[in-house]
Each structure stands twice: as C-alpha cells, then as structure tokens.
C-alpha cells in the first residue's frame, strides 16, 4: 500500500539531550538508545471513521519521536499497517450496506490525506493486512510447527490460537493482573469464554473460513487472521526481531501489543521485542473517550472543509500531554489560532530576541517524554519578547520558524 507524501524537515544547528520517553513495560522514563536507524513500529487505523481527532493525537505523539530521532541525527525505519480485513470493519461495512473493501480503501485514503495535511511524516512501509497476508500466514504457520500455537478441539471450526504461556512472560509489557486482562481482552476483540482453549486469554492466530465471510487461501486452510499477529508479521518481516519503539494508543496495550510482544518473542526468542512500549492518552468529546463504538467523533477532514488551519489542528493537540487523557473542545482550536497569529506575527517580525535559547528549550522539553505544553510555552515566551520588539537579531525569526517546523512539526 502506498504512504503518503512528505514534507521538507528543516535542519536546525546544535544537538539536542537523548530522547527519553516512558515506557508502558518498566512503569518508567527511560532514554531511548536508537542506533543509526531507529526503528519504530506504530499500530495503523482499521479504516472506517478516519481520521478523527483521537487518531490524529496518536499519530502526532509518535510524528514528534521522529522528528525528535531526527534531529539527533537517526534515520528513522518507520513502518506502520492498515487493518483493512478485521471483524469491526466487517461490521461497519455490513451496518452501512458498504462492501468492506471499498470502505478500507476509502477510509484509507482519507486518512493519509489527513496525515498530508497534519504534515506528519509518512512510514517508510505503509503495509495492509490483506497485502500482507502471505506472510501472516506464514508466521502463523511457524508458531503452530513450533508448538506456540494449536488449533482449538473444535471440528467444526479448528481457529488456531498462540497459547499466551509459552514465553513465560505474558503480562510484563502491560503489567494488568488476570482479572484486568481477562476483561480487556471481552472488550477489544478477544474470546476469553471460548470452549476448547488452553487457556482464556490465548488470542487467535488464525480463524477458518464462515460462510459469508472473506477467507484466503493458506497452508493453514482457507481462513483469515487474528488482529495481533498481522502487526507482528509486518514488524518483524521489515524491522527484525527487536524494534525501539512500538507505539499506539492506551487502549492497545492489552491485549493487542502483549500478544504481538509475546507472538514476537516466541519465534524470534528475542527479548524484549521493543525496548519501549509508549501509549498515548485518550482524546475524548463531552467526557466520553472519542470512539467509533460511541460515535462522538470530530474529523480532521470536517475541520479541514471548515477552513481550519491543519497547523491549528497540530498545536490544539499538542497543547496537552501525549499521555493524557484529555477532552477535545472548540476553545482548544480558538487558543490555538490565537497562539499561531502571535507565533507568525512574531516570525515576521525584522529581528528578535536570540533564538538559540529557544532551540535547546525546544530541544530540552521534547526529550523530556515529549513534554509538549512547556515546549509550547517556550515559543509562547520568545513571541512575546519578539512583540514588545526587544529583539535584534536579524536572524533569530528564520531560526525559530524553522525550529518550530523541525521539532513540533508546525509551520508558520
Ligand atoms: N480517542 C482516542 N484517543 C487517542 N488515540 C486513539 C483514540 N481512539 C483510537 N486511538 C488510537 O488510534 C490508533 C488507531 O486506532 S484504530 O483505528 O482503532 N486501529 C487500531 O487500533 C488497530 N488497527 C491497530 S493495529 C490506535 O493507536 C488507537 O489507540
Ligand atoms: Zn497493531
């Protein structure tokens, strides 16, 4: 599947401290120590409902590490999936009368329009789970030779499942004790009451054709995947065993990353799988998480069509934490429109304050787990001073507008 387009990332002078982020596994904040290409591998949408505001948060929380890793000097091997075939897509395209692939390859389209816009940088893979499903299968095939999978006492439907205790460490990358996981896992796509399995929480690797439903061809049978290992497949086939960064959504760290670390490191004995697991906070509208199941969504796409500068978007996201739980409001974009004319009218400005110490506060907060309100708050202090024209330095404007771009990702 193809990415979408990029845009320029300006070089700033100097050198930032090392990126440290938190990390879901440990509990902690912890540096992150990429090599020359960093590796990071960040859960794409399942296409219907794109891109809402909540999606945006997310994809923005991990533009920032890699405009962060950049800035360092990293490449950055980006890979992100589509999950174009799964049961809440079928379920949506059957609600509207849709066919499910035409949905997937709208929704899609959309989306990376939307990312355009956003200026976030495009993975170097942009890979859908239907493209990829050879090598799904495949893998899924290994684990079950392996003994890490088997196919449940079911003859009329014999799905194979991971059995989730062969690694002996099922749990350390979410930490949830049994009664946590047993009731994620009946909210997010699992089927801890299946008859049959060897344990409740072991996820399915790969489900046999239902009449009606999609199904391809495999050495497995004809059937489809399971939701975690496709995002395993695509890592490991493009990253290798041991990534730096998997990245996603709070809601994502049990069970779908816990059984893509545990489906990794059974086939690649490798462990951890990532040395960071990072989650972002929910993005929620009138106190309720901003979800698909509830339907209060906003768009970027509507936004957009509105006139909303995607910049205003970018900074009324970034004005909170990456990991918390926060509340859309229309006050948000106001106060960010607001704070980008400041920003602009200060960058037009014939000279300024040094912007120097701006670029190490940029640089300083954004190491800091992505400490976006007080790197905000920096550029809100350089404007300021720049506006009550206390400034002399002819070029301090054009090195913090293209701080500004390089590290927060917005243009002025
Ligand atoms: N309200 C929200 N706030 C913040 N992030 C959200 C919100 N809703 C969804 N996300 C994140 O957006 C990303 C895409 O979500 S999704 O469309 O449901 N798709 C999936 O979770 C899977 N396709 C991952 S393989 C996930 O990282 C999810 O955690
Ligand atoms: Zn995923």
């Known amino acids: 599947m193809h990415t979408w387009a990029s845009v320029d990332v300006p070089l700033v002078p100097g050198e930032g401290p090392p990126l440290r982020l938190y990390d879901t596994s440990t509990g902690r904040i912890r540096p992150t120590a990429p090599g020359r290409e960093a590796l990071m591998y960040v859960c794409g949408i ?5 891109t809402h505001l909540g999606h945006a948060a997310t994809y923005l929380a991990f533009d920032l590490v890699n405009r962060v890793w950049r800035d360092l000097g990293h490449e950055v091997h980006y890979v992100q999936n589509v999950t174009d075939i799964d049961d809440p897509l079928l379920e949506r395209a059957a609600r509207d009368q849709d066919d499910w ?31 990829a499903m050879g090598e799904i299968s495949e893998l899924v095939g290994k684990l079950l030779a392996s003994g890490a999978a088997y196919r449940v ?7 194979v499942y991971f059995d989730a205790a062969v690694t002996g460490r099922f749990g350390y990358e979410s930490n949830y004790d049994e009664e946590t996981m047993l009731r994620f896992s009946a909210e997010r796509g699992g089927d801890p009451d299946r008859p049959g399995k060897r344990s409740p929480l072991d996820p399915l690797l790969w489900r046999m054709a239902r009449d009606g439903e999609p199904h391809w061809e495999s050495d497995l049978g004809p059937g489809r995947p399971g939701w975690h290992v496709e995002c395993t497949a695509i890592a490991l086939n493009r990253l290798g065993p ?6 996603g959504g709070s809601d994502l760290i ?4 816990e059984c893509g670390a545990a489906h990794a490191e059974a086939f690649t004995g490798v462990h951890p799988f990532a040395r ?3 989650h972002t906070g929910m993005i929620g509208l009138d106190g309720e998480k901003m ?15 509105q006139g909303v500068d995607p910049n205003a978007i970018r900074a009324a996201l970034l004005a909170g934490h990456y990991r918390t739980d926060r509340a859309w409001t229309g006050a948000l974009l106001e106060e960010a429109d607001a704070r980008l004319a400041r920003w602009r009218e200060a960058v037009a400005l014939p000279a300024a304050p040094p912007a120097d110490d701006l670029v190490t506060a940029l640089r300083t907060h954004l190491a800091d787990d992505l400490d976006t309100p007080r790197a905000l708050a920096a550029v809100d202090a350089w404007a300021a001073a720049a506006l009550e024209r206390r400034g002399t330095d002819g070029d301090a404007t054009a090195l913090a507008r293209d701080a500004i771009d390089a590290l927060l990702g917005i243009r002025l």
Not at 254 to 257: A, C, L
């Open 153 to 159: 006492d079911d003859p009329q439907f014999p799905d």
């Open 254 to 257: 049990f069970p779908h990353h």
């Open 291 to 305: 979800s698909k199941s509830r339907g209060n969504l906003v768009f970027v796409s509507k936004l957009r069509s």
């Open 46 to 50: 399942t296409p219907y409902d794109a």
């Open 276 to 278: 960071h697991y990072t």
């Open 101 to 131: 692939v035409v949905l997937g390859m709208r929704e899609t389209a959309l989306f990376r329009e939307d990312m355009e816009a956003l200026r976030v940088l495009p993975p170097r893979h942009y890979i859908g789970a239907v493209e």
């Open 242 to 247: 041991q990534i730096d960064l998997n990245g």
